[in-house]
């Protein structure tokens, strides 16, 4: 039995309209050649399945049971389709996300929520991990968008830059150091300081910034998280110097923040596999990431 796509349309399009002509229409062919689409079908099958009554078709009971199938057939291609143009037009798929702790918690889950209300068919998920995760995430594809440093590109990753940030120093309203607009590193030596460890890629680069400043805090507590960090100058434990866009998101009207001079800056960036073509929904998240950034960060 050798029934083709072809025969199935006309015989699905004649069912539905009720003559070879309509149907003919329907698929931009000739009456004739739906006729003979017709044909070649029953001739396949080995019944008959309409009769022909002037200009009309009347469908059998046997085309009618065929029909059955074909119309939940049809079903599965029609939301094949539909899926298929809902992606050619951005409007559905997945985006897999995910970021540095810090930005998780901020800015990029505000982005995310602003995309989401823009395109309500794409699903976005979002996780937070350290460089470290963030860089396996994408390595092994587990993840389409990774949100961290600059410095992770190698020959599987690209990282391209996204904005730049910088470290505030977070103290209570009633740290002397409050009234300075800008407070220079070398006024924190001997202070109580909570900080990131040492060993994490963000608290290396601040203790490197300290050290070049010949500063020598006290350190009395420390941390993983930037907001772990402000938490703890908020309950009175010292200071603390944290990323810009964490004091951004930071609540509180205990704690102040102020730049530092020197200034100590970092590029944050877009991290994504180049082994991997991009989908449709990723790119279009990626490009509106890069068209809201500024707004997002500048608060």
């Not at 998101?249 to 877009?270: E, H, K, L, Y």
Request: glycine fraction near 8%; charge should be neutral.
């Amino acid at each position: 039995m050798r029934i083709n796509l072809r025969q199935i349309e006309a015989f699905r399009a004649a069912m539905e309209f009720g003559s070879a002509t309509a149907a003919g229409e329907m698929l931009h062919i000739t009456q004739p050649a739906v006729s003979r689409l017709l044909a070649d079908l029953e001739s396949n099958v080995g019944f008959q399945l309409f009769e022909r009554r002037g200009r009309g078709l009347v469908p059998t009971q046997d085309a009618h049971s065929l029909y059955e199938e074909v119309r939940r057939s049809f079903v599965g291609l029609d939301r094949i389709g539909q899926v298929a143009t809902g992606i050619r037009e951005k409007a559905t798929g997945t985006v897999r996300v995910i970021a540095l702790s810090k930005y998780a918690d901020g800015f990029v889950a505000s982005i995310i929520g602003q995309f989401i209300r823009g395109n309500p068919g794409i699903m976005v998920e979002l996780e937070s991990s350290g460089t470290a995760g963030v860089v396996e995430g994408i390595s092994s594809q587990s993840y389409d968008v990774g949100i961290a440093s600059a410095t992770v590109s190698d020959g599987v990753i690209r990282a391209e830059p996204l904005f730049d940030t910088s470290v505030m120093l977070a103290m209570t309203e009633s740290d002397p150091l409050a009234r300075q607009k800008i407070v220079h590193l070398k006024a924190l030596d001997g202070r109580r300081m909570v900080v990131l460890p040492e060993d994490s890629e963000y608290g290396s680069v601040i203790w490197k910034a300290l050290r070049k400043e010949q500063v020598n805090p006290t350190v009395v507590g420390e941390a993983r998280t930037h907001a772990s960090l402000c938490k703890m100058v908020e309950a009175g434990a010292g200071i603390t110097l944290v990323d810009r866009t964490t004091a951004a998101d930071f609540v509180s009207g205990n704690i102040i923040f102020r730049p530092t001079a020197p200034a100590v800056t970092r590029n944050v960036a877009t991290i994504i596999n180049t082994r991997v073509a991009q989908s449709i929904a990723t790119n279009a998240f990626l490009e509106f990431l890069r068209n809201n950034i500024q707004d997002a960060v500048r608060r």
